[in-house]
């Protein structure tokens, strides 16, 4: 499997080079990337590489797995780059991408469970005890009813609460229309009123 090289240190990492392209606009960067710009890759590695492993990681459930098709996911931007119409933003573009690679993926794995869900939480250490086990009590039963939908009701709570997209961005990452993903929506939030409540 090929992985995509993107190290730490040296002369790129430098604070000249953090501010010259932390501050850049993703079609820039792509743009860069496109001519071969290594450093821009690696810009655009460490300002999406967080929420695309975690997408993966709820995807497949599987930590190794998740890194691999991580490094084939930027490896694709990287061959790809030129390609990008900039019709969605670059995370859309990303996290399907990432989906795709995710559901190729579990096809291929036989005997691993495909449908389980991760959802991290962070106990709010500001808290007295009694909030936080409150707090992670109901965090439990979150991931609990989550894990208890479908898979593609699922997918769509994850991107719209995880990953902030909307609802035409779904569509495009999801291959499905609109209505679909508003029909599902209704559907995971109403199938997840009613775990929670039974948790």
């Known amino acids: 499997m090929t992985t995509v090289c993107l190290r730490e240190g040296g002369a790129a990492t430098s604070p000249k080079w953090a501010a010259a392209y932390e501050n850049s606009s993703d079609k820039t960067l792509i743009r860069r990337i496109a001519a071969g710009d290594q450093s821009a890759m690696r810009a655009l590695f460490a300002r999406y590489r967080v929420s695309v492993y975690r997408w993966l990681l709820r995807l497949v459930d599987d930590e190794s797995l998740a890194e691999d098709l991580l490094s084939e996911v930027f490896l694709d931007l990287w061959r790809h780059a030129a390609s990008f119409e900039a019709r969605s933003s670059l995370s859309t573009w990303l996290l399907a991408i990432a989906r795709y690679k995710a559901l190729s993926a579990r096809r291929r794995r036989t005997n691993a ?33 989550l894990l208890q939908l479908s898979p593609d009701h699922r997918e769509v709570i994850d991107l719209a609460y995880y990953h902030g997209k909307s609802v035409k961005e779904i569509a495009e990452i999801v291959s499905i229309s609109e209505a679909t993903v508003k029909t599902r929506m209704f559907y995971a939030r109403r199938k997840l009123a009613e775990l929670v409540e039974t948790t």
């Open 113 to 145: 469970e495909l449908d389980e869900a991760i959802v991290s939480t962070v106990p709010d250490t500001a808290d007295d005890p009694e909030v936080t086990l409150q707090k992670k009590n109901r965090a439990e039963a979150l991931r609990q009813s």
